[in-house]
């Protein structure tokens, strides 16, 4: 998950949805990769529709046509925000209060595209999303939408074996959600650095110790007494 | 309650809504496979609940971050909306087109005067002083456009009379391509401050203008003139309409009155838009009547009488459609 760049949303049933913006780099990248698919796509077509004459091209026009105005709209308001780009980056149109593009939440944007795009390379837009403290570009503003990721996580489903010890100090709530953390994300560290943050915790023990020690207080809070 | 517990007692819960989610996000599931959803709306709820109590007991942010993370997939699905979509375009070009450019009228009139003033100017300057058009056009587009139109009698005949049915097609693409590529763009030039819809006003008027008089000077007109007629009427309606809306967006942020400018440029881009669906089709029609009526060989007369009536019956269309009987003004 990300830290950064969170936008906080309150859905009608009271719940906050926590949305994460994404930036002017991941959106640059998933457009590339539309337009790499959208020149594939023209250049196959353009191969196939040579053969049938002067007819195959005023087809191939509409077609080239409707892929620089139609391509983004298509995907975003029918695939739930994603063009193939932005599903390959994991991020997604939404509407600023969180819900799911609109059609014409989609056009709007993609229609002020040429407006970011001023004068060369998306200059105008970059900068306006630089300056955004959402992240929009022009065409984002006028429709109201944003950028965001799209995170596909699982909880862990890790077996929690060993002894369990409750802490010895009054927990409080910014203790357990760093202790859950460590829980969580030990198995990113190495032996050395687990017990280095162990330490942290229980200075008055060798730093072996202090990390098995650690890990019977998360298993603990996870798991309760056994 | 330990987190592991609570883990364990909703799990299934958070299993069925993802499998019902998959449901809704798929295009298309074979009505073999398909779920019952009448538990949806019931089940988003009890874990809107279940990801305000994982928060207020700190579970961990892993667990969250995935209840947080299937809200938000169901929030999308529950609020998603996709009236029908037939009924909506019938009642758009019955009564919401001709409405919202009528409810935008001064920014279409601005856009207009740029238009037909340019138009003029130019006209008038080329037709004082002929060699005015090499500012416009050079040499090489304008003897392809003295070739296009020269008149019907000289030597060279009709650059029309060859013309095949796969020629028509080419052109269509190209129309559709070309015209309605600009128009977007003079749209989204209007929000560069409304300079960018100006400018494509000024620049499409005055290219045209000079065009018209130049041909004038060299006697092609009445083949430029029986050629544009019909579809001139949708075609440069929509492209100063495009430009009216452009102007609508730039003017939001310039002069946004009681709102914020941001708030501004929203309202003004939501009332813009439909006017924007009234221009693609507009030019759609253009081009059809472009690649397959225009470039047809017929009587001057019928060319100008079928010319005539489309522009009237856009601008009674645009002026009246959709009024409600004795509503009054607006």
């Known amino acids: 998950m990300l830290i950064d760049e969170r936008f906080e949303v309150e859905t009608p049933e009271g719940a906050m949805l926590s949305l994460s913006l994404a930036g002017p780099v991941t959106r640059a990248m998933a457009y590339g990769i539309d337009l790499t698919l959208r020149l594939l796509i023209f250049a196959i077509l353009a191969f196939v529709l040579s053969l049938l004459g002067k007819m195959g091209i005023g087809l191939l026009l509409i077609i080239g046509f409707a892929l620089e105005w139609f391509y983004p709209t298509l995907f975003e308001a029918l695939r739930h925000g994603q063009t193939p780009g932005k599903k390959a980056m994991g991020i997604a149109v939404v509407h600023a209060n969180g819900s799911p593009l609109s059609f014409n939440g989609s056009l709007i944007r993609n229609l002020l595209r040429t407006a970011d795009a001023f004068p060369l390379f998306y200059l105008l837009g970059f900068i306006t999303t630089l300056i955004s403290p959402r992240y929009q570009r022009l065409g984002d503003m006028a429709a109201n939408t944003l950028v965001v990721h799209i995170e596909k996580t699982e909880t862990s489903r890790k077996q929690h074996n060993g002894p369990t010890n409750p802490p010895d100090w009054p927990l409080s709530s910014q203790d357990q959600l760093a202790l859950l953390a460590f829980h969580e994300r030990q198995d990113q560290f190495s032996e050395a650095r687990q017990q280095e943050l162990a330490q942290l915790a229980f200075p008055e023990l060798s730093p072996p110790q202090a990390l098995q020690r650690l890990r019977s207080v998360t298993r603990y809070l996870i798991e309760g007494a056994q | ?330």
């Open chain 2, 1 to 330: 309650m330990k987190q592991a517990r609570f883990e364990q007692q909703y799990r299934p819960l958070w299993d069925s809504l993802e499998q019902q989610l998959d449901q809704l996000e798929a295009l298309r599931v074979s009505r073999k496979k398909r779920l019952p959803l009448d538990r949806f709306v019931a089940d988003y709820r009890q874990l809107c609940h279940q990801l305000a109590l994982a928060r207020e007991r700190t579970y961990s942010l892993e667990l969250q971050q995935y209840l947080n993370n299937l809200v938000l997939r169901a929030h999308r699905q529950l609020y998603r909306y996709n009236p029908p979509l037939a009924d909506r375009i019938g009642v758009f070009f019955a009564s919401g087109f001709p409405a919202a450019v009528r409810r935008q009228w001064k920014w279409h009139l601005v856009s207009a005067l740029s238009f037909v003033l340019s138009i003029a100017l130019a006209w008038i300057l080329v037709q004082q002083q002929p060699e005015m058009i090499y500012t416009v056009v050079d040499e090489a587009m304008l003897s392809d456009l003295e070739l296009m139109y020269q008149p019907a009698d000289s030597a060279g005949g009709d650059i029309h009379a060859g013309r095949e049915g796969e020629d028509d097609v080419l052109m269509f693409g190209f129309y559709i391509k070309n015209n309605i590529g600009i128009a977007f763009r003079t749209f989204a030039g209007g929000l560069l401050l409304g300079v960018g819809a100006i400018f494509v006003m000024l620049f499409n008027g005055s290219f045209f203008g000079a065009i018209a008089g130049h041909l004038i000077n060299t006697g092609g007109h009445e083949a430029f003139f029986t050629f544009v007629i019909a579809h001139g009427a949708p075609e440069l309606t929509a492209i100063v309409l495009a430009g009216g809306a452009g102007l609508r967006l730039g003017w939001s942020i310039i002069a946004p009155g009681q709102w914020s400018r941001l708030d501004a440029l929203r309202l003004a881009a939501r009332d813009a838009l439909p006017t924007m669906y009234g221009v693609f089709a507009l030019l759609l029609l253009a081009a059809f009547i472009e690649a397959f009526w225009s470039p047809r060989d017929f009587d001057a007369t019928l060319k100008y009488s079928v010319g005539a009536a489309c522009w009237a019956l856009l601008y009674l269309y645009l002026f009246f459609g959709g009024r409600q009987r004795g509503a009054g003004k607006g």
